[in-house]
């Protein structure tokens, strides 16, 4: 079956090599934010590229020298006081995440830039990230008044350890590809110009190879990030809880004004 690419406009694609589709990440603000649009598509394409018989491998990347850092903030404040677009948004958090698991084909992440948010959760789900040894990541959820969610605690935890993944997402500290590589954060990292070709190198190899053996390797090795679904599913519900709470729209508005939040001293929990 061929889906139909033509309905996404956020996200484009091309063939590197014939069974190789790449899904770049287009938008139009700085750094790649996500508008609303680009969040959802991002959630939806991995069903059309597993239906894809086409297709055997897909690389993930974004648009000129950044990958993309997370949502549009002035939307998530739209978010936060509107339930019917909290709980969408939510479905679409939820949805990026398990379909990108779900998806049989092997997903190569290409990184340059910023990754954070949403954009941090499509690079490293990918079961393959390449990642510019400048490139800049940032769990930056606390930072705004919100727990920590998207793929943070289904992914970060296995990858580098609960001290490693604590550190870093209660502090919303940064780190460089370099430093990602060295935790196990992300596969490999290479100058950023060699970014797109080793990422492509690497698709066509997966391409070429067992395509049966690959998927069920990448299906039982998921298997270790499924077991950790009812953790992400709640993290997920405490980071929207927190969009709509005083904490959420205090640690947006600041963010946005460029002034220090000024969270309450105490809460109830």
């Known amino acids: 079956m061929q889906p139909n690419y033509d ?7 091309d063939r590197p090599h014939p069974r190789v589709i790449r899904i770049t ?3 139009q603000m700085k750094l790649g934010v996500m508008d609303p649009d680009m969040h959802r598509e991002l959630s939806e394409v991995w069903r059309d590229v597993d239906a894809d018989e086409t297709v055997s491998a897909i690389i993930i990347t974004g648009q000129g020298k950044t990958f993309s850092a997370g949502g549009d903030l002035k939307h998530e404040l739209k ?4 339930y019917d677009l909290r709980m969408q948004a939510m479905k679409e958090t939820r949805d990026l995440v398990y379909n990108m698991l779900h998806c049989s ?3 190569v992440s290409a990184i340059r830039g910023w990754a954070v948010g949403a954009g941090l959760a499509a690079g490293l789900l990918a079961d393959v990230s390449i990642a510019a040894e400048d490139a800049n990541f940032m769990d930056g959820h606390t930072k705004i008044g919100v727990a920590a969610g998207d793929c943070a605690m289904i992914i970060w935890p296995l990858l580098v350890s609960m001290a490693k ?3 870093y997402l209660l502090c919303c500290e940064r780190l460089t590809g370099k430093e990602a590589e060295r935790i196990g954060l992300v596969s490999l990292t290479v100058p950023d110009e060699e970014v797109a070709e080793k990422a492509e190198q690497v698709a066509v ?4 190879g067992a395509p049966a053996a690959i998927r069920w390797t990448k299906y039982s090795l998921n298997s270790w990030i499924k077991n950790a679904g009812p953790i992400f599913d709640a ?3 405490y ?8 904490e959420g729209l205090e640690g947006m508005s600041a963010f946005l004004e460029k002034r220090p939040p000024e969270f309450p001293a105490q809460t109830v929990i």
Not at 79 to 82: F, I, L, S
Not at 205 to 208: E, G, R, T, V, W
Request: hydrophobic share 45%; net charge positive; aromatic share 14%.
């Open 205 to 208: 190899s997966l391409a070429n």
């Open 165 to 167: 993944a604590k550190y």
């Open 25 to 27: 990440l287009t938008s």
């Open 235 to 237: 993290s997920v519900a």
């Open 7 to 13: 309905r996404y406009k956020s996200l484009k694609f």
């Open 105 to 107: 084909k092997p997903i």
């Open 239 to 246: 980071e929207f809880m927190g969009f709509a709470g005083r």
């Open 79 to 82: 978010v936060a006081v509107d």
